[in-house]
């Protein structure tokens, strides 16, 4: 391999947590809770589908500092049920805040997961860095068997700036007490988990399930967890 690596630094969701899948599970439940059909959305397939797009280009905008985190977590909701005509602040808070205190629960792992972290810790520290909000994330880890598995847990939050500004790498080498050419860096988002880790000086192992089209430049490229086993 060249390198000898000695601490692993992993992404949480889409990459160890299936946020897809556990996000899917959660909204099913409130769409039928919360009778949205009734509300002229007409099935939970296009409301879903409309809330990833609305979602994704408020956490693109959160990432380049564009929006604050109220403005992320209380402002999809309205956005999504504008499509469908329906102004309701209580609704769109009531959704919300079920859907942050119900979908953190979710207990989905990607295929390999545990298989490949239990793997990995005889060998190497083993490391979590991650976007998401501090006290969701633990959540997610303590619902889905995660928690314990990590030696450093580094979140934007306590950074003050998201990936892949390299700080937040830093942060968390320096927590680690870890160098650059000792660590590398495994994450499913290419310009955030990527482009963050190498700007870092750090190697990576991007994560690519679906198989999108990507530069090919990451140190590493895999589509299942269970890949590691080969490059470690």
Request: hydrophobic share 35%; aromatic share 12%.
């Amino acid at each position: 391999m060249g390198k000898t690596y000695k601490h692993i630094f992993f992404d949480l969701d889409h990459t160890l947590w299936d946020f897809a899948s556990n996000s899917r599970r959660t909204m099913a439940v409130l769409f039928n809770e919360f009778g949205l059909n009734r509300l002229g959305v007409p099935d939970f397939e296009a409301f879903m589908n409309h809330y990833e797009v609305v979602n994704d280009a408020l956490w693109a905008q959160y990432r380049a500092g564009e929006i604050d985190k109220p403005t992320l977590r209380n402002g999809r909701f309205p956005k999504v049920f504008e499509r469908w005509h329906i102004v309701d602040a209580e609704l769109s808070y009531e959704i919300n805040e079920r859907y942050l205190q119900d979908g953190p629960k979710q207990s989905g792992l990607m295929p390999n997961s545990i298989e490949i972290l239990e793997y990995l810790t005889e060998r190497y520290g083993i490391h979590l860095i991650t976007n998401g909000f501090k006290e969701v994330q633990a959540t997610k880890l303590r619902s889905s068997g995660l928690e314990g598995r990590f030696e450093t847990i580094t979140t934007s939050e306590e950074v003050g700036v998201l990936k892949p500004n390299v700080r937040v790498f830093e942060y968390a080498m320096k927590l680690a007490n870890s160098l650059p050419e000792h660590s590398i860096y495994v994450g499913d988002h290419y310009d955030t988990d990527v482009v963050g880790s190498r700007n870092a000086g750090i190697d990576q192992v991007f994560f690519n399930p679906h198989g999108n089209e990507s530069p090919g430049d990451a140190t590493f490229e895999i589509k299942d967890l269970g890949e590691m086993l080969t490059l470690f």
